[in-house]
């Protein structure tokens, strides 16, 4: 659930610095998992996003390289699709590692989109122009796989149905690329945001919560039966 979340992020909104949920304040005690699970996640949620921002205002050189690549083929995993593009060009980091692997989040666009909320200029010229809502080509995707391979893949959620988590304005992008990102639609532009191996760990303990042995104890916290006095 939280990479569908995440990569049904638009990337102007993810950008724009304006809350994207809806946070509440934290309570000693929680009446139910449910209840600890609605409070938490959006803050998590939130958390991601800075994360995200951060490694973009940290990265540099290969990490802050548009790619653009050829998409060769699309397998359907509803919701998700798999594009598998040709892979980067790019030299290897310094670290000796692809300049993409495994959890990297990235942003696809079908135009060349710098990330400080401009589209670069189509005639090469290095001027920018304002972003305006026809540019919603663009998604953000999962690298799946070794970044060693003969191609690139990328996971994206491009559902067939809209669900209750997903907004008009997010739908309505999100099957518009689902229908161009074909093979025959040429090349895309990749982008590296960050990667999401911490954050997903967060997400998998927060998610595990139901299944732990001390799970009421941290909804209702309060002195173990040990350390409770006797009575008289």
Same mark, same amino acid.
């Given at each position: 659930?939280?990479?569908?979340?995440?990569?049904? =992020? /638009?990337?102007?909104?993810?950008?724009?610095?304006?809350?994207?949920?809806?946070?509440?304040?934290?309570? &000693? !005690?929680?009446?139910?998992? *449910?209840?600890?699970? /609605?409070?938490?996640?959006?803050?998590?949620?939130?958390?991601?996003?800075?994360?995200?921002?951060?490694?973009?205002?940290?990265?540099? @050189?290969?990490?802050?390289?548009? !790619?653009?690549?050829?998409?060769?083929?699309?397998?359907?995993? *509803?919701?998700?699709?798999?594009?598998?593009?040709? +892979?980067?060009?790019?030299?290897?980091?310094?670290?000796?590692?692809?300049?993409?692997? #495994?959890? *990297?989040?990235?942003?696809?666009?079908?135009? +060349?989109?710098?990330?400080?909320?401009? &589209?670069? @200029?189509?005639?090469? *010229?290095?001027?920018?122009?304002?972003?305006?809502?026809? !540019?919603?080509? !663009?998604?953000?995707?999962?690298?799946?796989?070794?970044?060693?391979?003969?191609?690139?893949?990328?996971?994206?959620?491009? +559902?067939? #149905?809209?669900?209750?988590?997903?907004?008009?304005?997010?739908?309505?992008?999100? &099957?518009?690329?689902?229908?161009?990102?074909?093979?025959?639609?040429?090349? =895309?532009?990749?982008?590296?945001?960050?990667?999401?191996?911490?954050?997903?760990?967060?997400?998998?303990?927060?998610?595990?919560?139901?299944?732990?042995?001390?799970? /009421?104890?941290?909804?209702?916290?309060?002195?173990?039966?040990?350390?409770?006095?006797?009575?008289?």
């Amino acid at each position: 659930e939280m990479n569908k979340e995440v990569l049904a =992020w /638009d990337i102007h909104q993810m950008l724009s610095g304006e809350p994207m949920y809806s946070l509440r304040k934290v309570p &000693v !005690h929680f009446s139910s998992i *449910d209840q600890y699970l /609605d409070i938490f996640e959006p803050l998590l949620l939130e958390e991601c996003r800075s994360q995200i921002l951060r490694s973009m205002g940290e990265s540099e @050189g290969a990490a802050r390289v548009t !790619h653009r690549l050829k998409l060769l083929a699309v397998e359907p995993c *509803d919701p998700f699709r798999v594009m598998r593009f040709e +892979p980067p060009a790019a030299a290897p980091t310094a670290n000796g590692k692809p300049a993409l692997v #495994e959890t *990297d989040l990235v942003c696809v666009s079908y135009e +060349p989109l710098n990330l400080d909320g401009t &589209v670069e @200029g189509s005639e090469g *010229d290095g001027e920018a122009e304002p972003l305006t809502e026809g !540019h919603e080509f !663009h998604a953000l995707a999962l690298v799946s796989g070794s970044g060693h391979s003969s191609t690139l893949s990328l996971k994206l959620y491009l +559902p067939s #149905e809209r669900t209750t988590r997903l907004t008009h304005s997010q739908y309505k992008r999100l &099957v518009q690329l689902r229908r161009v990102m074909v093979p025959t639609s040429g090349e =895309w532009y990749v982008q590296k945001l960050g990667n999401m191996v911490t954050i997903n760990r967060e997400f998998q303990a927060l998610y595990a919560m139901r299944e732990l042995a001390l799970c /009421d104890a941290l909804l209702s916290p309060g002195p173990s039966r040990e350390m409770l006095p006797l009575s008289a």
